[in-house]
């Protein structure tokens, strides 16, 4: 099977342990190893800024004339979790995912932060196996295809937030966990974001991400509204 994906992606491995490493979640190597360090999360980390700078490039190279906020904005469209959520499902990883016995009972293997994390860590065994040149190959092929020229196709609120607030000097704007709730297979994350000290929006969701994503959103549905 992993083979497919190795079609899927258009990418042949010369150490297949990367990718193998590239698609096993943390859930499944703390149930086998007991050691989290076996998991893809590192390699997320490291894909995760491969991304970031590929994708900048190209946008700096290809928009010459957009200012550093709107590239900012185009960046972020692209690399947020729903956009490589849905790479996900065009090479169908989730199938391939090695998941833990609570994330594949609780469809761990369609779940976007899941998802999002596992394409990073693909991007990084891509370098890893292939130099730099694997790993934009990649990004070209699945990332760079569908740039939000006209409109971003999702939009990055926390972002979208620090730009406005930034209009004004000396503001400072932060974002706090104040909840967790729910099991470990369905946690859900309570956030508040201030502004100078004081809430301006409060946000929950299935990761810290999300749920500071829907604060920043209500902060700007109270402070901003015109900008909506």
Same mark, same amino acid.
């Given at each position: ?7 899927? @992606? ?20 703390? %149930? ?14 490291? /894909? ?16 010459? =004339?957009?200012?550093?906020? %709107? ?15 849905? +790479?996900?499902?065009? @090479? ?24 999002? =994390?596992?394409?990073?860590?693909? +991007? ?8 730099? &040149?694997?790993?934009? =190959? ?5 990332? $760079?295809?569908?740039? #939000? ?14 730009? $406005? ?8 704007? &932060? ?8 099991? =470990? ?17 409060? /946000? ?6 999300? &749920? ?7 902060? +700007? %549905?109270?402070?901003? #509204?015109?900008?909506?």
């Amino acid at each position: 099977m992993i083979k497919d994906l190795e079609i899927a @992606i258009g990418y042949r491995f010369r150490n297949i342990t990367l990718l193998q490493n590239a698609l096993t979640h943390s859930s499944y190597a703390n %149930e086998r190893w007991h050691d989290s360090l076996k998991s893809n999360e590192r390699l997320e980390f490291l /894909g995760d800024s491969i991304l970031g700078m590929v994708v900048a490039e190209y946008l700096y190279k290809n928009f010459p =004339d957009r200012p550093e906020g %709107e590239l900012t904005r185009m960046r972020a469209d692209m690399v947020c979790e729903a956009s490589l959520a849905a +790479i996900a499902d065009k @090479i169908d990883l989730g199938t391939h995912l090695l998941l833990g016995h609570g994330e594949e009972r609780f469809g761990g293997r369609t779940r976007a932060s899941i998802l999002a =994390d596992a394409v990073e860590s693909v +991007i990084a065994a891509c370098f890893l196996d292939g130099g730099m &040149a694997a790993a934009r =190959d990649f990004i070209q092929r699945f990332v $760079l295809t569908d740039v #939000p020229v006209k409109r971003l196709h999702n939009v990055d609120y926390k972002t979208a937030l620090q730009e $406005l607030v930034q209009q004004k000097k000396n503001q400072v704007l &932060a974002y706090a966990l104040v909840g967790e709730s729910g099991p =470990d297979h369905d946690k859900q994350f309570q956030v508040e974001v201030s502004l100078n000290g004081q809430v301006v929006g409060e /946000g929950s969701g299935s990761s810290k991400k999300r &749920a500071e994503q829907a604060a920043a959103q209500k902060a +700007i %549905e109270a402070l901003y #509204p015109e900008t909506l």
